[in-house]
T-cell receptor, first 115, second 114 residues
Framework: NAGVMQNPRHLVRRRGQEARLRCSPMKGHSHVYWYRQLPEEGLKFMVY????????ESGMPKERFSAEFPKEGPSILRIQQVVRGDSAAYFC?????????????FGSGTRLTVV | GQQVMQIPQYQHVQEGEDFTTYCNSS?????IQWYKQRPGGHPVFLIQLVKSGEVKKQKRLTFQFGEAKKNSSLHITATQTTDVGTYFC??????????????FGQGTILTVHP
């Protein structure tokens, strides 16, 4: 039973380029969450999605960042016109329902480096 | 919004010593979760506490949820080098029974010296 799959594991982008991060939740999980983590810092919530719906995007920067979770295919976190400050680890997590007793299952993350 | 304070930020111990990390919230929590992240890895769910005063054990790890459901602790007895990593507490966002979004504490980075 595959866990949460994120790709790519490492992504290098030049300033001004676009970054696309993909996340396929665990089978049977319909809730997807994206978190950002800077080195030696905590996990900052970005966005919570269900299929075709954004439930909570209160942690998303107002500009350049967008997320989707289409009916078919993985969830995508898109960062347009990347800047050095976007360099971080981006983790996706999924859960089968809200507040279930098994917590989140996290993917291995995408380490984004902006040069 | 929901805030969860976690201390200490760093803890260095000799192998065999005990370790404790604490988590505090200004609001009553519906539940609290604990995660471990190994260096270079991703967070892994350890446990969820729901009931007031709840205590759960996993081998050398003991998790407690305060009577007022505003604080929690993770205690590791006789640390081993495999315990190295960052331990996070996490609470549902928005307070009350609002689930979905989790707010994470800042984490405690544990280093174990052999």
């Amino acid at each position: 039973n595959a866990g949460v799959m994120q790709n790519p594991r490492h992504l290098v982008r030049r300033r001004g380029q676009e970054a696309r991060l993909r996340c396929s939740p665990m089978k049977g999980h319909s809730h997807v969450y994206w978190y950002r983590q800077l080195p030696e810092e905590g996990l900052k919530f970005m966005v919570y999605l269900q299929k075709e719906n954004i439930i909570d995007e209160s942690g998303m920067p107002k500009e350049r960042f967008s997320a989707e979770f289409p009916k078919e295919g993985p969830s995508i976190l898109r960062i347009q016109q990347v800047v050095r400050g976007d360099s971080a680890a981006y983790f996706c997590a999924s859960s089968p329902d809200q507040g279930g007793p098994y917590g989140y299952t996290f993917g291995s993350g995408t380490r984004l480096t902006v040069v | 919004g929901q805030q969860v304070m976690q201390i200490p930020q760093y803890q260095h111990v000799q192998e065999g010593e005990d370790f404790t990390t604490y988590c505090n919230s200004s609001t009553t929590l519906s539940n609290i979760q604990w995660y471990k992240q190994r260096p270079g890895g991703h967070p892994v769910f350890l446990i969820q506490l729901v009931k007031s005063g709840e205590v759960k054990k996993q081998k050398r790890l003991t998790f407690q949820f305060g009577e007022a459901k505003k604080n929690s602790s993770l205690h590791i007895t006789a640390t081993q080098t495999t315990d190295v990593g960052t331990y996070f507490c996490a609470a549902p966002g928005g307070g009350g029974t609002s689930y979905g979004k989790l707010t994470f504490g800042q984490g405690t980075i544990l280093t174990v010296h052999p």
